[in-house]
């Protein structure tokens, strides 16, 4: 029987390549042991076949950023949701292309909250680039929530959702409200802050029923099922 060895120095010498490209094509996935795939270079080996994918590539691995749709639960955290992303929630239908890798659920970073006690869409980063974007202008990256309301909105309630309320204290600034069908409205708004739809839905004689972020700055969460994800696109800014 083969003494066990580390896949990585198995697939050096048999490719041949040196044992730093070798580790490459591991960690991105393009090395398969017996048919299934093994990212960990350090994974021992003896006899199994060792396969290369016919596309892999050296190039580095990509940051990723996923796109999560977070389920209603009042008590969901960042934590939480996390634990949502995994190989098995990956949507079926995901665009991006783009292979799973361990890799890509270490280190992931939320960004912009949603509001409060709202389901919908929530962003999870590994890219500095993308994490910057979203830290430095999360005050003025529009979003967009729709709002299911119970009541009976008065002659001049719209127009004061769009503009005319206070918040803490303060006046809000300009938004757009506009109804979506006979009980759900639609919010465009920058900087929301926690409490601030149910607070102002409340001030017009509406009850919140449920509310869900579709939005955030120019990418939309569109047919992402409650609690998949899937990859943020090269083309998607946001």
């Not at 934590?79 to 659920?105: N, V, W």
């Not at 004689?205 to 099922?225: D, E, N, T, Y």
Request: glycine share 6%; charged share 20%; with cysteine.
């Amino acid at each position: 029987m083969t003494t066990p060895v580390r896949l990585a120095k198995r697939l050096a010498a048999s490719l041949p390549c040196s044992r730093r490209e070798a580790e490459l094509y591991i960690a991105g996935g393009w090395v398969m042991v017996d048919g299934l795939v093994v990212e960990e270079p350090q994974f021992m080996v003896s006899e199994q076949k060792i396969d290369l994918h016919p596309d892999a590539s050296l190039a580095p691995l990509e940051p990723a950023t996923i796109l999560l749709h977070q389920p209603v639960d009042t008590a969901i955290n960042p934590s939480a949701a996390l634990q949502l992303i995994r190989a098995e929630t990956h949507a079926a239908d995901d665009p991006s292309g783009i292979h799973i890798l361990k890799q890509h659920f270490l280190r992931l970073t939320p960004h912009i909250p949603l509001e409060r006690n709202a389901s919908g869409l929530v962003i999870f980063t590994q890219d500095w680039r993308a994490a910057r974007k979203l830290s430095e202008d999360a005050t003025s990256l529009e979003q967009e929530y729709i709002v299911e309301v119970s009541g009976e909105l008065p002659p001049a309630g719209l127009k004061l959702l769009n503009h005319g309320l206070t918040f803490n204290g303060h006046a809000l600034p300009p938004i757009k409200v506009s109804w979506q069908n006979e009980t759900r409205l639609r919010f465009a708004l920058k900087g929301v802050q926690p409490g601030q739809i149910t607070h102002m839905c409340t001030s017009v004689g509406l009850k919140v029923l449920a509310m869900k972020r579709i939005r955030i700055g120019q990418v939309a969460m569109g047919k992402l099922p409650p609690g998949e994800w899937r990859y943020l696109m090269a083309q998607e800014k946001f």
